[in-house]
């Protein structure tokens, strides 16, 4: 029988956190948390990160280990996740896998591509270039020097059209030329369990935890990391739209909503990436009995 990986995804505000907790219970076994802000230091609040005494009831990996200035990434992920999981399928048969971002869950159940790692003056020089001249420049220049992926590269993302420029630099081949996206064999079996809910319902629950985070002290937290805004870490919903209150572009009101508003489109991506898998079993969250018994059919087949 082979070992089993047992993926819990979602989108944004749905309720993974306390489920997977009780999932890790049951199955005895800690989680290995696909979360791409969560893995950094110092902002589990604007991250939603499961909490000190959540961590003490399960052992969680890859919660609050880098510092906002460390590069990561998903690539780097996989490998350290599936060398996790290889060494903990010695012991258990069964792990826990949980999270929203969908580049992480796809580096493990899929994998990534073998591209070059970027060295460290080359992305010092882009990121002195994005600074300087401007996202939509650099976008003109992925569109002469890789048009494939410049058609289907979100253009807002400044993380991918550079990491895509990083590439093109140091090889001199288009970055989409290393992209086979063909998925790797794993040495277990990969079984998703999708949350979701009613669109209004999900909402509701974004929009109350939006205000939790700013009653828990999102607004200092950002505050004390505001120094390292230009990282990568904090290039997300919550601590972009407090810098700009912050800066006094906004009211505090205005930042709020729009956290809010932002939080609800991702969590429309999330879905529309999910969607496109038709290998995940969804579930209402209420219905942890209904998800321990399919559980236990798949650990029985």
């Not at 991250?47 to 990434?73: C, I, W």
């Not at 369990?193 to 205000?211: A, M, Q």
């Amino acid at each position: 029988m082979k070992n089993k990986l047992f993926v819990l995804i979602g989108p944004t505000g749905v309720g993974k956190t306390e489920l997977s907790l009780s999932l890790a219970e049951f199955l005895h076994t800690p989680i290995l948390n696909a979360d791409s802000r969560q893995i950094y230091k110092n902002i589990p609040v604007g991250t939603a990160a499961p909490t000190h005494e959540q961590q003490k009831r399960v052992k969680h990996y890859f919660v609050g280990t880098l510092n906002l200035t460390d590069y990561y990434s998903a690539a780097q992920y996989e490998t350290e996740a599936v060398s996790l999981l290889n060494e903990r399928f010695k012991q258990h048969p069964y792990a826990l896998m949980s999270g929203g971002s969908m580049m992480y869950i796809d580096a493990v159940c899929k994998g990534i591509d073998d591209i070059p790692t970027v060295d460290n003056e080359t992305r010092q020089l882009m990121l002195e270039r994005y600074e300087h001249e401007g996202l939509d420049n650099l976008c003109s220049e992925l569109r002469l020097l890789d048009p494939e992926y410049y058609k289907k590269v979100d253009l807002r993302n400044p993380k991918r059209v550079i990491h895509a420029l990083e590439i093109c630099y140091m090889t001199g081949k288009p970055y989409s030329s290393f992209l086979t996206c063909q998925p790797k064999q794993r040495p277990f079996d990969i079984i998703k369990i999708g949350l979701r809910r009613e669109r209004v319902e999900l909402y509701e629950r974004i929009n109350k935890r939006v205000d939790d985070m700013i009653a828990n002290g999102l607004i200092e937290e950002a505050l004390r990391v505001k120094q390292y805004r230009h990282t990568n870490a904090l290039n997300t919903v919550g601590y972009k739209e407090v810098f700009q209150y912050l800066d006094g572009e906004w009211t505090l009101e205005t930042a709020i909503e729009k956290i809010k508003q932002n939080s609800r489109i991702y969590s429309r991506k999330q879905m529309t990436w999910y969607k496109k898998d038709d290998s995940v079993n969804w579930f209402h969250p209420d219905e942890e009995a209904r998800i321990k018994k399919f559980i236990e059919l798949e650990i029985n087949k």
